[in-house]
């Protein structure tokens, strides 16, 4: 059975953007591309969940994002 949500480092991998960049765009609300999930305990992390075929669709869109914002920090 094919795998639909991904942990942080398969989205990665699949799209070819760096773990952080994706949590961060998904943190800011830049794409709809998975889910945040609170800590669950205090003091935990959060766990983050990305959906496979949101990420495929929008790969292009994605890099874009970030082209443009390391364009704006020059």
Do not use: C, H, Q, W
Request: glycine letters at 8%; zero cysteines; hydrophobic letters at 35%.
């Amino acid at each position: 059975m094919e795998k639909l949500v991904l942990t942080s480092k398969e989205a990665s991998e699949l799209v070819g953007i760096p773990v952080p960049a994706l949590r961060e765009l998904l943190t800011r609300g830049k794409a709809d591309i998975g889910v945040i999930y609170p800590p669950k305990r205090k003091g935990g992390n959060k766990t983050y969940r990305f959906y496979k075929n949101k990420l495929l669709k929008e790969v292009g869109a994605l890099k874009e994002v970030l082209e443009s914002e390391e364009d704006e920090k020059k």
